[in-house]
């Protein structure tokens, strides 16, 4: 005498029977986005596929899995399905991780120090990978570039690679995204201030660094073209931490030894390139400096510097800058009880 189906047993056939006859495909069309968080359970996954329009039973789809003895081996992140795909090609996807999305933000500032191994991660590839797309003979070409990488070239930005990209692709997406950025009517105010896009580069990297108000970027910009007409040292302190390698919370006098070409408190006139990547503002800032008379500033902790025109008045204003910073550094030690 057989023995009787059990409810649950019986149920799962009939879902899978209806994944059967239904074809095990999703319906409409188009692309859908579908994040599987790290950790996911197939349940979950089955639902934000459902949800999305991937598949049209999250049930049946998860018995479908168990069935192919899929149900565990997922790939977290983030994935682009186009809809109508078979449940088969949805598991392979899942599985092998075809569709999935990295994204990178990129932030104003940053250095290629700073770049490299996050994009390295992203894409998880090798960071001698990163380093020698950064270092693409044919980009440096492209962009009339003098110096042996694409520093402050890789525009700050979010970015999403589809799984596979390797790093040339990404360096070269970056890079795209400066020219985008660029605009064509720049050039001729490149011949107005007799530089090149390099210098102008170079210039705003440095205004990226300094500036904490988005309205002083133009006044620093021109305080350092002042001190580079005037056949001043730039004397900026973001190109010392460039040349030690490391980013120094305090420049010591010693630092300014260093022995580079970044080192503007040795040498004359802008650096050879940039040394981080700018945003569009400070790239604006660069192009269009203030007409303002300025050759000194001085940060204060607040975020706003105080500009003056002569050595003498630079003097009064370090002298009252350092007693507020002096205050703040009491504070932090001793803070109300």
Request: charged share 20%; hydrophobic share 40%; proline share 8%.
């Amino acid at each position: 005498m057989p023995m009787p189906r059990s409810p649950r047993r019986h149920a799962s056939r009939l879902l899978l029977t209806l994944a059967l006859v239904t074809g095990c495909h999703g319906g409409g069309t188009g692309e859908a986005k579908v994040v599987v968080p790290r950790g996911s359970s197939l349940r979950t996954a089955a639902d934000s596929l459902a949800r999305a329009g991937v598949i049209q039973n999250a049930t049946a789809f998860r018995l479908y899995a168990m069935v192919r003895g899929h149900s565990r081996a997922i790939r977290a992140g983030t994935y682009v399905f186009k809809r109508g795909l078979s449940w088969g090609e949805v598991l392979d996807d899942l599985q092998g991780g075809k569709g999935l999305e990295h994204s990178i933000t990129i932030p104003e500032g940053w250095s290629l120090a700073q770049i490299e191994p996050q994009l390295a991660r992203v894409l998880d590839a090798p960071v001698d990978s990163v380093h020698a797309a950064v270092r693409d003979t044919a980009l440096l070409h492209l962009l009339d570039i003098p110096t042996p990488t694409l520093e402050g070239y890789l525009f700050p930005d979010t970015y999403v690679f589809p799984e596979g990209t390797t790093p040339r692709a990404a360096v070269r997406v970056m890079v795209s995204r400066f020219q985008q950025v660029w605009r064509p009517e720049w050039d001729a105010q490149l011949q107005k201030l007799a530089m090149s896009r390099n210098d102008v580069m170079a210039l705003a990297a440095i205004v990226e660094k300094e500036a904490r108000l988005p309205e002083e970027r133009p006044v620093i910009a021109a305080v350092y073209m002042n001190r580079v007409r005037a056949g001043m040292l730039l004397q900026a302190d973001p190109t010392v931490q460039y040349a030690l390698g490391r980013h120094v919370a305090r420049v010591f006098y010693k630092d300014l030894e260093v022995d580079s070409p970044y080192n503007t408190y040795r040498n004359k006139g802008l650096p050879p390139g940039p040394i981080a990547s700018p945003g569009r503002p400070s790239i604006v800032a660069a192009l269009f400096p203030a007409n303002v008379p300025y050759l000194f500033f001085v940060a204060h902790p607040d975020g706003h510097h105080e500009f003056t025109r002569d050595f003498r008045g630079h003097g009064i204003a370090v002298r009252a800058a350092r007693r507020e910073w002096d205050s703040v550094a009491a504070l932090r030690r001793d803070p109300a009880p």
